[in-house]
């Protein structure tokens, strides 16, 4: 299961991502933003993926001024991204 929430603020959006699966153990949860990172090795590209995803989320949120940060969503891993609110649009 995954779940999506968000939480504007003052200031700041909070985006989080939440998922049931394996978690990603805290010792690899900087490695993983490095691309082309996939700590189970018995996945290939054909059937695991190219290890860009959290490279790409990271580096678009940089640009953006926001940041991001894994942890333990018990089980599962838990994704958050912090994210400068934009001014209001003047009319």
């Known amino acids: 299961m995954i779940e999506v ?3 504007p603020g003052a200031g700041t959006h909070l985006v989080t991502v939440t998922d049931d699966g394996p978690g990603i153990p805290a010792a690899d949860r900087e490695r993983v933003f490095d691309r082309f990172t996939r700590l189970d090795d018995a996945r290939d590209r054909d059937a695991g993926g190219a290890g860009l995803g959290l490279a790409i989320v990271r580096e678009l949120v940089r640009l953006h001024g ?18 400068p609110a934009l001014p209001d649009a003047e009319t």
């Open 5 to 7: 929430t968000g939480d």
């Open 66 to 83: 926001g940041t991001v940060r894994l942890s333990d969503a018990g089980p599962g891993l838990r994704v958050s991204l912090h994210l």
